[in-house]
């Protein structure tokens, strides 16, 4: 167990709509990564937040976007879903900024999310 | 951006043998290369890791070998059990904000 909680784990929804996920880093950990894995694209960057700030963008389309609360959990909101959109959709946390020696970045389990 | 290939997709070897994962990455501003195992359902989980000033690591069985001239890296596990069989991913990591770029991935696949 990484200690990175992610909700929901399995999520069916249909074209057009929209979904939430969200996660609680691990306790004491600043920052938060999205990532989303799919068959054709393997593990994908999309953002990044450290202490309730946007830090870094990846290949996060305009559709999506993320949030990080002051309490330091964090939603990735994702619209107008298409079917290519399916995918495992992975939240990691870690102390510091940045992957590192010594900034060990710790993934969930992710949210299954099938567009129908 | 940052690039990272990775091979061979799948490996399978016998229980007991060595296995041999290998990457190369294109951004030489890379300095920081971890090594992430998922075993089905689950998330990756860091298993090994190397900076760039560093030319090999070793952990119990696994070791990570870099070589920064040749922008390429590699993870070596000896004595395999069928435990190891997963997806290994190897990263680099880049830019201002220091992301990961993952490879593609490689299923191991340990027959006992």
């Known amino acids: 167990d990484s200690g990175v909680t992610q909700t929901p784990k399995h999520l069916i929804t249909a074209t057009g709509q929209r979904v939430t996920l969200r996660c609680s880093p691990r306790s004491g950990d600043l920052s938060v990564y999205w990532y989303q894995q799919s068959l054709d694209q393997g593990l994908q960057f999309l953002i990044q937040y450290y202490n309730g700030e946007e830090r870094a963008k990846g290949n996060i389309l305009e559709r999506f976007s993320a949030q990080q609360f002051p309490d330091l959990h964090s939603e990735l909101n994702l619209s107008s879903l298409e079917l290519g959109d399916s995918a495992l959709y992975f939240c990691?946390?870690?102390?510091?900024?940045?992957?590192?020696?010594?900034?060990?970045?710790?993934f969930g389990e992710g949210s299954w999310l099938t567009v129908v | 951006g940052e690039n990272v290939e990775q091979h061979p997709s799948t490996l399978s070897v016998q229980e007991g043998d060595s296995a041999v994962i290998k990457c190369t990455y294109s951004d030489s501003a890379s300095n920081y290369f971890p090594w992430y195992k998922q075993e089905l359902g689950k998330g990756p989980q860091l298993i090994i890791d190397?900076?760039?000033?560093?030319g090999e690591k070793k952990d119990q069985r696994i070791a990570v070998t870099l070589n920064k001239t040749a922008k390429h890296f590699s993870l070596h596990i000896t004595e395999t059990q069928p435990e190891d069989s997963a997806v290994y991913f190897c990263a680099a990591s880049t830019g201002s904000a220091r992301q990961l770029t993952f490879g593609s991935g490689t299923q191991l696949t340990v027959l006992p």
């Open positions: 190397i900076r760039s000033n560093v």
């Open positions: 990691a946390s870690s102390t510091q900024t940045g992957a590192t020696s010594g900034n060990t970045i710790y």
